[in-house]
T-cell receptor, first 111, second 116 residues
């Protein structure tokens, strides 16, 4: 089971691009990388998922280097509403869905 | 996207009573659901995996008799906290995996339990 390491917290300002990096040195060949966002007193929400290289959707981009030992979530032009905790997970869906949730990164966006 | 609904969102109970939390998949069938517990400013801790038509699989350290899980249908899983004590006060969240996309989980809104 891969374990992830993320910065505990980050600050940024409205309109800036924010990059959150996650380390997963023991990622397995079949593991995918998934990022979630969680607001206080709410369940996490899926942001983006990838296996290698770059993935982009309407809210974020995910950059994964060739060795897949890390990944970077990129949030373009953040706003105050992006203040949340962001979790990086690696895992493979199976009969027993083994995912380990790290501490996440608390992102605070300032005006 | 798929929606998972959890009820109640908040519940306050007296010590020694039991509380049931429901988790429903609204527009898809979930043969598997996961129950998590989250303490303030902490990460999610997987408590158990709920399997439709069979017994739940509990994580190490989670008391089966304390946290009863029932997955009676493909759209409903319930978590019952029995004989609740103040230390059971926490945020409980359920989720179900998306069959179409590996690694994506749909989460409920969460249920905040306060035991007095």
């Amino acid at each position: 089971l891969a374990k992830t390491t993320q910065p505990i917290s980050m600050d940024s300002y409205e309109g800036q691009e924010v990059n959150i990096t996650c380390s997963h040195n023991n990622i397995a060949t079949n593991d995918y990388i998934t990022w979630y966002q969680q607001f206080p007193s709410q369940g996490p929400r899926f942001i983006i998922q990838g296996y290698k290289t770059k993935v982009t959707n309407e809210v974020a981009s995910l950059f994964i280097p060739a060795d897949r030992k890390s990944s970077t979530l990129s949030l373009p032009r953040v706003s105050l509403s992006d203040t949340a905790v962001y979790y990086c997970l690696v895992g493979l869906q199976g009969s027993n869905y083994q995912l380990i949730w790290g501490a996440g990164t608390k992102l605070i966006i300032k005006p | 996207g798929a929606v998972v609904s959890q009820h109640p969102s908040r519940v306050i109970c007296k010590s020694g009573t039991s509380v049931k939390i429901e988790c429903r998949s609204l527009d898809f069938q979930a043969t598997t659901m996961f129950w998590y517990r989250q303490f303030p400013k902490k990460s999610l801790m997987l408590m158990a995996t709920s399997n439709e038509g069979s017994k739940a699989t509990y994580e190490q350290g989670v008391e089966k008799d304390k946290f009863l899980i029932n997955h009676a249908s493909l759209t409903l899983s319930t978590l019952t906290v029995t004989s609740a004590h103040p230390e059971d006060s926490s945020f409980y969240i359920c989720s179900a995996p998306d069959r179409g996309r590996i690694g994506e989980l749909f989460f409920g809104e969460g249920s905040r339990l306060t035991v007095l």
